[in-house]
């Protein structure tokens, strides 16, 4: 019998919604449960790619708003083959943001519609679950301030904030918004206990194709 394949996790959210944070736990959590999980995220400012990408984030170079939406895209598609691979062999991918992020930024940009936005990541391994750590502007702001990269201001995070929800209307997607202001180990219960039963589903469901 073919092993069981794990399931793709995505966590998506505005700024210090506290994606990063439970990511880890996440992974933390099924590790010690005996389930093989591991952590990526996107940008992966590791490879070729992610360089140009976080030198453009960083504002230490200047990208035109289609190139660096393509190559946001192609960061996700360089990683596909190490994906479905992981995947297969029965790994849990928890991914802190994805296409949805792609998507949601460049179209709160003047001049972009969300479905040209939506275009270059159709087809990508599909997430078996979403979480949207909802969380207001106001509440975020007590976490810190912005930071100095590209994208944030407060006026710019609202504008993606909108994207989001429209994104968040699409059914063929598994959405779960999550309340991201509650204390950290309140989130990770609800957050685990949506990813176990994603990771149960996705052992008896073949691995779907995005926005297809
Ligand atoms: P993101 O990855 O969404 O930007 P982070 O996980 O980096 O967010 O968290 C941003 C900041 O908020 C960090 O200082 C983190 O410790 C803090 N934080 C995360 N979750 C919570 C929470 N539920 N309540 C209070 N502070 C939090
Ligand atoms: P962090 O590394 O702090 O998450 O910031 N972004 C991300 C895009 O504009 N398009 C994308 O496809 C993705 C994945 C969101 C990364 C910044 O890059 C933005 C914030």
Redesign the pocket.
Known sequence: MASKRGALIVLEGVDRAGKTTQCKKLVEALQQSGRPAEMM???DRTTTIGQLISSY?EKKSDLEDHTVHLL??ANRWELVPLMKKKLEQGITLVV????F??AA??SAKPGFCLDWCMKPDVGLPKPDLVMFLQLNPAEAALRGQFGI?R?ETSAFQKLVQQKFQLLMKDPSVNWKVIDASQNIEDVHDNIKSHSLKAINTAERTPLGELWK
């Open positions: 995220r996107f940008p984030l946001f895209s802190d943001r994805y296409a992020s792609g930024f460049t990269e994208y």
